[in-house]
């Protein structure tokens, strides 16, 4: 036994491939339909990181807007608030859900307009740099379960 685990070590040790990292995967993206001329939307999704190590969220960008942030709604003695978040650490194995009435991804200035049925990309940027795209979906709900 003893033998066995002197062996994984210098295995482990051995290989310099094995570097921890953490790794976003993105579903359930969609984009809340809004009035034509709207000049803010709000996009939603979860985040999960599927990598060995933590990862950490930084913002977001996208072709299709003037500037995207990541934003939190809360309640403060009955009225409604957003406020900005900074970056986000997301353990691995873990997820982050963006959802009506929490988190967003507050979407301004569209460059043209946004329509239900179209997919918009958008990409989440990550403190490594690697970050992860995906296509948000236009429409009045998130996606059928399936990412
Ligand atoms: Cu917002």
Not at 68 to 77: I, N
Request: net charge neutral; charged share 15%; no cysteine.
């Amino acid at each position: 036994m003893l033998r066995l685990i002197a062996l994984l070590a210098l295995t482990l040790t051995a290989s310099p491939a094995v570097r921890a990292a953490g790794r976003l995967e993105i579903t359930g993206a969609w984009i809340r339909t809004a009035p034509p001329g709207a000049m803010m939307l709000a996009g939603y999704a979860t985040l999960r990181n599927t990598g060995d190590a933590p990862l950490t969220v930084t913002g977001a960008s996208s072709e299709a807007f003037g500037d995207v942030s990541l934003h939190e709604s809360a309640e403060v003695d009955g009225v409604a608030h957003m406020k900005a978040l900074g970056s986000i650490e997301i353990a691995p194995g873990a997820s982050i859900v963006f959802a009506p009435g929490g988190k967003h991804l507050m979407l301004m200035r569209p460059k043209h307009e946004i329509a239900p049925g179209q997919s918009i990309e958008i990409r989440i940027l990550t403190k490594s740099g690697e970050g992860a795209s995906a296509g948000f979906a236009v429409g009045d709900a998130a996606p059928a379960a399936n990412p």
